[in-house]
């Protein structure tokens, strides 16, 4: 079913995984990858599964932190009809082709984006780089950090600060 993306399951359970999901083309969002958890309830597929971005994107119906999604067919009008191939190839594609700044979970994303639409497309991009690219997406956000950013200060201490407190 999900044969044409890349797909990790969490805890070898069947109910918890992530997808790959690369932007649509003809959006600000091509060339990004994102990572996607998927929650499966118990009553699936009567009950809609529970979709969240791992990595940050810059959108109005995406929370920034939490990366919940804000989307109508998923959370209030979901089908046993549909399935996951419907959220990946219809659902998520149509969510970043058109966004909804009139019901926003990121009231920044949806002010800029009504705004100044180039100015918003432009900070679309800047996450896109940031946090999306295809390299980075099975990296934790704290694994994602690089020893380029420590100054040479960070590098000057004691060698105990270096080996670190025992374990109890």
């Known amino acids: 079913m999900m044969s044409d993306y890349k797909v990790e399951m969490v805890n070898d359970g069947m109910q918890e ?79 970043l082709l058109y966004p909804n700044p009139s019901d926003p979970l990121n009231g920044e994303a949806a002010a800029l984006m009504m705004r100044d639409r180039p100015a918003y497309e432009q900070r679309v991009k800047e996450y896109c780089e940031k946090y999306a690219k295809p390299e980075n997406i099975g990296a934790a956000p704290e694994e994602k950090s690089s020893d380029e950013e420590l100054s040479e200060d960070d590098y000057e201490s004691s060698d105990e600060a270096i080996a670190g407190q025992a374990d109890p």
């Open 17 to 95: 995984f992530y997808v790959d999901f690369h932007g649509p083309s003809d959006s600000p969002y091509h060339g990004g990858v994102w990572r996607i958890r998927v929650e499966l309830p118990d009553a699936y597929p009567y009950k809609s599964p529970s979709i969240g971005f791992v990595n940050k994107i810059y959108h109005p119906n995406v929370d920034e932190m939490s990366g919940s999604v804000c989307l109508d067919v998923i959370n209030q009008t979901w089908s046993p009809m549909f399935d996951l191939v419907n959220v990946f190839e219809v659902f998520l594609p149509q969510l």
